[in-house]
């Protein structure tokens, strides 16, 4: 059996938002899915062609809060990089998101 890839977060991605614990739990569970290997898709996770390669959406609704998280994330060879998470407000993602995602990325790969 394969190792689990490790998640690596990007800093700045996780500020301790708001969650609560059943979307805490749900956000848990989809990245341990993700760490074995398996491949999401909707309406757990969609791909983010506009940030790049290999970047998805991970999709998680908080009935606690009402409040809608999107993680933002790449699936590389060796690991999960934790790209950005926030609160999802309205139907398209905000530009400074993208872009920040890009930046995170850039800074990622060039760092390896």
Known sequence: MAEDKPLRWQIGTLQTPPVGRAARVRVGVLLRRLQRGETLGLPHSRPMPSIGPRVHE???????????????????EDAIIVVHWFEKKTAQTPGQVLALCRARLREYDDGE
């Open 58 to 76: 991970l999709r998680v609704n908080d009935g606690e809060r009402g409040v809608a998280w999107r993680i933002l994330y790449r699936t590389d």
